[in-house]
């Protein structure tokens, strides 16, 4: 998911740099304030682990393998503002040392990845682990939101890809979302399995670790949330007017869609598309929706297979 | 196997290209991936310019073409992908050869640079156009730490290969990521050795 250089325009850089900034901005802040001195070094310890980690391959089918990308999980670890200075310590790195996603295109990709999938990722954890307390429901959350933000950061990303010219929203919301489905569904389950190890081994690391910050902790997530809300009206909410609506159709089939007003945004080659591709961009989004509900049955049962359910059986055990 | 997966030059080699400062360095490297994006597709001189500075510095640098090509080769399948989705645009056809030659052009500025500067020097660059201590901080100790933990994480994959012989799918994949887990936990409990060891040295 990291935009090379020469995929995304002027204007989309510089704005997608600017809420990247304001976001890592915040969140140094917010670390500098709230973090005790002692876990300076593990920052940079969990970025350097995130790059690690995606050195152990998990066989997915036949000879093709994936990895964990890990937003989430380490936002869960350590709350939302320190995980958006690990993404974006890992981006940096990847960009300077590596050439793995553009110099130009660093905003957006600390943008997509950082704030949108760990913050927003992070946000959707917390929520569904409150809602379903213990340790069942913080592994169902980081199924769940190990999903949500893979998902979330793609369409970003299309929308981006989308905003500069270099693809069709259409073409590229379809490509990136639905590849992203699937690929999430991986990423929620290793980041659950992994977290589960990990609550088995050291269960002083995970759960109660960020519970210190919770009264701040609503005040946070609302400026990520802004920065946030403000990417969709730029990046996104421009494009789903451009979905076929039931109306619309309506309109078409009955004749009079000359008396309908023109659209009040002009959609950057809106125009080309065959009627297919749009269908499939409205499909796409149905089956996310649905998708969404899907894993979260799923990520749900998930949780109730791995984790016993009575709390006087839950030993910390060696693997 | 590690170094083929992180695919980095580190022999310290010495050529003209690494002799010249950091500075010069990243600012012309920046103004040829500004100039690469924001030209109009129709200046073909400059990325015909751009390709001869960077086909010179390439020569100059004293990396071998062969491992300049494979890392190309290496970061190219997302570009692939755009391009192979915009030929099925029957009206963005054209574009996307633009959009190669661009993302191409500037893949070979980072990978020229990235590969003839040492890490440090490009730190002390960013520490001086004011990016913030904390940053800075977690960047170096995360660069410090990659190599360790990235060969940590291949002994233990290794480890837990050879003594588990299963061919059943769910059973690795608990294996695999009790090892990612047990990797954080490394991970993290040397960061509290690293901080006793740094106040030992005196970091404020």
């Given at each position: ?84 200075v690990v993404l974006t ?145 730029l990046f996104v909410a ?28 002009p959609i950057p080659a ?50 | ?204």
């Amino acid at each position: 998911m990291h935009i090379p250089d020469g995929f995304i325009d002027a204007k989309t850089a510089v704005t997608t740099a600017a809420l990247a900034a304001a976001g890592v901005g915040l969140a140094l802040r917010q670390v500098r304030r709230s973090l005790p001195r002692r876990r300076v070094p593990l920052l940079g310890l969990a970025a350097a682990f995130l790059f690690a980690a995606q050195m152990v391959n998990f066989p997915v089918y036949g000879g093709t393998s994936g990895h964990l990308v890990g937003g989430v999980l380490v936002a869960a670890l350590l709350g939302p503002s320190a995980a958006i200075v690990v993404l974006t310590t890992v981006l940096i790195v990847q960009c300077f040392l590596f050439a793995d996603g553009g110099v130009l295109a660093l905003g957006a990709n600390i943008f997509n990845m950082g704030i949108v999938g760990a913050a927003g990722g992070c946000g959707i954890y917390r929520l569904v682990s409150g809602a379903l307390p213990g340790p069942r429901g913080r592994v169902a959350a980081v199924a769940f939101a190990g999903w949500c933000s893979t998902v979330l950061a793609s369409v970003f990303c299309a929308g981006e890809l989308a905003c500069s010219g270099t693809v069709a929203w259409p073409a590229a919301f379809t490509a990136m979302a639905g590849t992203h489905m699937l690929i999430g569904v991986g990423e929620g389950l290793i980041g659950a399995l992994a977290y589960l190890a990990i609550q088995r081994v050291r269960p002083d690391l995970v759960g109660d670790a960020c519970e210190p910050e919770q009264p701040r902790l609503w005040s946070e997530f609302a400026r990520y949330g802004l920065l946030v809300a403000v990417g969709v009206a730029l990046f996104v909410a421009p494009f789903a007017c451009s979905w076929p609506d039931g109306l619309e159709r309506v309109a078409a089939d009955l004749g009079f869609e000359h008396k309908a007003q023109p659209l009040a945004l002009p959609i950057p080659a809106a125009g080309y598309q065959a009627p297919g591709v749009r269908w499939a961009a409205g499909a796409t989004a149905l089956a996310g929706a649905a998708g969404a509900i899907v894993v979260f049955g799923l990520a749900v049962l998930l949780a109730r297979s791995l984790v016993p359910g009575n709390e006087r059986d839950r030993e910390p055990t060696k693997p | 196997m590690i170094k083929d997966w992180l695919g980095h030059y580190h022999s310290h080699h010495d050529s003209l290209v690494a002799r010249l400062s950091a500075e010069l360095k990243l600012g012309v490297a920046l103004v040829i991936i500004a100039g690469t994006v924001l030209v109009p597709p129709g200046w073909v001189a400059w990325f015909a310019g751009a390709g001869l500075v960077l086909g010179l510095a390439a020569i100059f640098s004293g990396i071998p073409p062969l491992f300049i090509l494979k890392r190309l080769a290496w970061l190219s399948p997302l570009v692939l992908s755009v391009a192979l989705v915009n030929a099925m645009q029957p009206a963005a056809r054209g574009s996307w050869v633009i959009v190669a030659v661009r993302s191409t052009l500037c893949l070979l500025t980072v990978i020229l640079v990235s590969n003839t500067t040492p890490f440090s020097r490009i730190l002390r660059v960013l520490q001086r156009v004011r990016v913030p201590g904390l940053l800075i901080t977690t960047i170096a100790l995360m660069h410090r730490y990659l190599f360790v933990l990235a060969a940590e994480a291949e002994r233990m994959a290794r480890a837990r290969a050879s003594r588990t012989f299963v061919r059943d799918r769910r059973a690795r994949w608990q294996t695999l990521s009790t090892v990612v887990g047990r990797l954080f936990v490394r991970a993290s409990e040397r960061a509290e050795r690293i901080y006793d060891a740094m106040c030992a040295r005196g970091w404020k």
